[in-house]
């Protein structure tokens, strides 16, 4: 069973950092893009950033300059840096791959920023 865990949420002030980590595990043959999506109380999920197995990365308008995205292809492994954080940036982050050509999701970790 290929599964994602997200580690490395928490509660922050704002102008603070934390890095969120991402492991993928079980059967894994493939693991082509890997990003970050957020969902905030009452919004879409939306992408947050993503990077694919070469190491080219997108990044939304809102986090560009404040987030790094970067991946460990020998651990099967993404990472999210951000810095700088805003109240706005408060959600619950997701990790998704594409592993084994099928879209998988992690469970979730909530990022609280505090004003």
């Known amino acids: 069973q290929v599964q994602l865990v997200e580690s490395g949420g928490g509660l922050v002030q704002a102008g603070g950092s934390l890095r969120l980590s991402c492991a993928a595990s079980?059967?894994?043959?493939?693991?082509?893009?890997m990003g970050w999506y957020r969902q905030a109380p009452g919004k879409q999920r939306e992408l947050v950033a993503h990077?694919?197995?070469?190491?080219?990365?997108n990044y939304a308008d809102s986090v560009k300059g404040r987030f790094t995205i970067s991946r460990d292809n020998a651990k099967n492994t993404v990472y999210l840096q951000m810095n700088s954080l805003k109240p706005e940036d408060t959600a619950v982050y997701y990790c998704?791959?594409?592993?084994?050509?099928?879209?998988?999701w992690g469970q979730g970790t909530q990022v609280t920023v505090s004003s």
């Open positions: 079980g059967r894994i043959f493939s693991i082509n893009i």
């Open positions: 998704n791959a594409i592993i084994n050509q099928y879209s998988r």
């Open positions: 990077i694919t197995s070469s190491g080219s990365t």
